[in-house]
């Protein structure tokens, strides 16, 4: 195998048309909705469908723009890289620009509250772009509040899920930082323990979490007291 025809500009150029622009498109989308990231032999495939979908994109735009500057160049005297744009803006354009465009209108598509109506209009499945319920109950920017734990056990914890806490999911272990940690007795009233602490809880053990309220951030974690 000759590795120097791996680098030449052309293997590069093919690979950033139909590899790379779909992993920007993917890499864009991911930014609107949380959730697993597919096997790797999925996401390959994902990428070059939607890179095939970009250079489609690309031509419809390209002969829409070509016959517009066409237009306009008759009676203008525009720039050249506007009428004639170089090599490698166009490459930048096609795996960056239209990638982007791509990525953030799926993304905001996702995120709407018409896609399920627009999908059923048209007969098609109504799946819900996040796969795991612990991804769309802590995604999505949710504004600071309390919750409450409760473990296999019994056992119960507060905590103030904030700015600061964190809530992170893979395919072998959940587990949930909460900035703050209140301690809740037999009669479920809450108190502060002696010392304040956070607390890092493993979702394996944990049977439930309620949300019990959403507050301003600048409220802060005092809000319990006003339950």
């Not at 949930?176 to 809880?201: F, N």
């Amino acid at each position: 195998m000759n590795f120097g025809s791996l680098l030449s500009p052309e293997t590069f150029e093919f690979f950033a048309r139909y590899l790379l622009a779909g992993y920007v498109v993917i890499f864009v989308r991911s930014a609107f909705v949380m959730g697993l990231r597919p096997k790797p032999a999925e996401l390959l495939i994902e990428a070059i469908i939607l890179s095939l979908i970009v250079q489609f994109i690309v031509y419809v735009l390209a002969a829409v723009y070509g016959s517009v500057v066409v237009a306009s160049a008759s009676g203008h005297d525009l720039p050249k890289w506007i009428t004639a744009p170089p090599d490698i803006l166009k490459l930048v354009a096609i795996v960056i620009v239209v990638p982007t465009g791509l990525g953030w209108t799926l993304g905001r598509f996702l995120k709407s509250d018409w896609r399920n109506g627009l999908l059923r209009r048209l007969s098609l499945p109504v799946i819900h772009p996040v796969q795991r319920a612990h991804d769309f109950a802590f995604g999505d920017n949710r504004a600071p509040g309390l919750v409450e734990v409760t473990f296999n056990d019994g056992t119960k914890i507060g905590g103030w899920f904030g700015e600061k806490s964190l809530a992170a999911s893979d395919d072998g272990r959940s587990d949930l930082y909460l900035e703050r940690a209140y301690i809740i007795d037999t009669s479920g009233t809450w108190r502060e323990p002696s010392h304040s602490r956070a607390i890092l809880i493993n979702l394996r053990d944990v049977r439930s979490i309620e949300f019990l309220m959403e507050a301003k951030a600048e409220d802060g974690p005092e809000g319990e007291n006003d339950r």
